[in-house]
T-cell receptor
Framework: TQLLEQSPQFLSIQEGENLTVYCNSSSVFSSLQWYRQEPGEGPVLLVTVVTGGEVKKLKRLTFQFGDARKDSSLHITAAQPGDTGLYLCAGVGGNTGKLIFGQGTTLQVKP | EAQVTQNPRYLITVTGKKLTVTCSQNMNHEYMSWYRQDPGLGLRQIYYSMNVEVTDKGDVPEGYKVSRKEKRNFPLILESPSPNQTSLYFC???????????????FGDGTRLSIL
């Protein structure tokens, strides 16, 4: 069974700080998605990375897919209170083709 | 507006009383699925459907049923709910029904079920 481990599970920081969330597996994924979920709502797709080593930027958010396609990271620069939420990574299994979610990282950015 | 609509949003009920959570999407998506979200466990897939009349078990199907009689609707049925099914449930749809698809999942806003 393919697993995705996210770390940290909880993160509380001050506005303006930088942070990185990690998504790791021992298995290869054919692609990886990052979602953000706010209270009372469903997850919303932020980005999909497909190629090993790929880097995508979305304003202050930088997403990277590992060279071996087994891990990914989300880096937020100068976090804002509006970044508060649950961040989920989800990988499409290289063997199964199924979408597997990590446990999520709850981010709180204090003003 | 493109959306996935779930009803009800909140439900408190008792053990053994059959319930149905409806899910409807207006994007003509082929693939639909149900997830449950529990603290520390992330999203776990219950059932999925690749097209009308085609459904299959996900990772945690025990105690649940689904049907896909029309493309837009994918109801989740709990025939005899038990307290361990207390959770936050999400319906999702995606344009592509095949494996290895990197198409985004479009989620509803969730249904919080409490089984007493």
């Amino acid at each position: 069974t393919q697993l995705l481990e996210q770390s940290p599970q909880f993160l509380s920081i001050q506005e303006g700080e930088n942070l990185t969330v990690y998504c790791n597996s021992s298995s290869v994924f054919s692609s990886l998605q990052w979602y953000r979920q706010e209270p009372g709502e469903g997850p919303v797709l932020l980005v999909t990375v497909v190629t090993g080593g790929e880097v995508k930027k979305l304003k202050r958010l930088t997403f990277q897919f590992g060279d071996a396609r087994k891990d990914s990271s989300l880096h937020i620069t100068a976090a804002q209170p509006g970044d508060t939420g649950l961040y989920l990574c989800a990988g499409v299994g290289g063997n199964t083709g199924k979408l597997i979610f990590g446990q999520g990282t709850t981010l709180q950015v204090k003003p | 507006e493109a959306q996935v609509t779930q009803n009800p949003r909140y439900l408190i009920t008792v053990t053994g009383k059959k319930l149905t959570v409806t899910c409807s999407q207006n994007m003509n998506h082929e693939y639909m699925s149900w997830y449950r979200q529990d603290p520390g466990l992330g999203l776990r897939q219950i059932y999925y459907s690749m097209n009308v009349e085609v459904t299959d078990k996900g990772d945690v199907p025990e105690g649940y049923k689904v049907s896909r009689k029309e493309k837009r609707n994918f109801p989740l049925i709990l025939e005899s709910p038990s307290p361990n099914q207390t959770s936050l449930y999400f319906c999702a749809s995606s344009p592509d029904s095949g494996p290895y698809s990197n198409q985004p999942q479009h989620f509803g806003d969730g249904t919080r079920l409490s089984i007493l």
